[in-house]
């Protein structure tokens, strides 16, 4: 079983800076992909940004640039800087976890979520 838990929300003026940890705990191997995901109030839960345990990374078109997304393995955490904020960029933020099992049903965990506010 694998828990994720979430910190470093909160809110931040347009232009503004914030870092999000997330620790995991449990079986989290690096063949685990592990990235965020958000979820603006109305909308769907998308993704952020993803990163392999050989650390390839994958994220959306509307962060690029702004948002860095780091993992630790020996440490088992997860990070994301992003800078730049903008009032678009308000959502929960959700740590993920996802592997496929060896019949290719891929298993997903999320944390609690985080919630990341941007707003003068």
């Known amino acids: 079983q694998v828990q994720l838990v979430e910190s470093g929300g909160g809110l931040v003026q347009p232009g503004g800076s914030l870092r999000l940890s997330c620790e995991a705990s449990?079986?989290?191997?690096?063949?685990?992909?592990m990235g965020w995901y958000r979820q603006a109030p109305g909308k769907q839960r998308e993704l952020v940004a993803e990163?392999?345990?050989?650390?390839?990374?994958n994220s959306a078109d509307s962060i690029k640039g702004r948002y860095t997304i780091s993992r630790d393995n020996a440490e088992n955490t997860l990070s994301l800087q992003m800078y730049s904020l903008k009032p678009e960029d308000t959502a929960v933020y959700y740590c993920?976890?996802?592997?496929?099992?060896?019949?290719?049903?891929?298993?997903?965990?999320w944390g609690q979520g985080t919630q990341v506010t941007v707003s003068s």
């Open positions: 990163v392999t345990g050989a650390g390839r990374t």
């Open positions: 993920n976890a996802w592997v496929k099992n060896i019949l290719g049903a891929r298993r997903d965990y």
């Open positions: 449990g079986s989290v191997f690096t063949n685990y992909v």
